[in-house]
Nanobody, 117 residues
Framework: QVQLVESGGGLVQPGGSLRLSCAAS????????MGWYRQIPGTERELVAT???????NYADAVKGRFTISRGNAKNTVYLQMNSLKPEDTAVYYC???????????WGQGTQVTVSS
């Protein structure tokens, strides 16, 4: 089991920036993928960005060039730097970690990001 805790959400004006952080409850040694997803009420949760334990990244087309995902040195943290935010980025953002060896995915509790003037 892995617990994930997100932080860094909030209210920001269009064009502004936010940095989300996610910390796992323990150091993860096995191969894994950490990522950020978002969900608007009434819609399905969608991928924002992922990063593997080797550093390979993947981004949704809607955020390419604006968002950057990275991992901390301790490998149990993941960050999402969000720049040039748009109102359509408003959602609850969830951190997740996926282990391919067991096909298991764990989720954080989510953090609200609201982009509005």
């Amino acid at each position: 089991q892995v617990q994930l805790v997100e932080s860094g959400g909030g209210l920001v004006q269009p064009g502004g920036s936010l940095r989300l952080s996610c910390a796992a409850s323990r150091i993860i040694f096995v191969s894994n993928e950490m990522g950020w997803y978002r969900q608007i009420p009434g819609t399905e949760r969608e991928l924002v960005a992922t990063i593997t334990s080797r550093g390979t990244t993947n981004y949704a087309d809607a955020v390419k060039g604006r968002f950057t995902i990275s991992r901390g040195n301790a490998k149990n943290t993941v960050y999402l730097q969000m720049n040039s935010l748009k109102p359509e980025d408003t959602a609850v953002y969830y951190c997740a970690v996926y282990f391919g060896s067991t096909n298991a995915r764990y989720w954080g509790q989510g953090t609200q990001v609201t982009v509005s003037s």
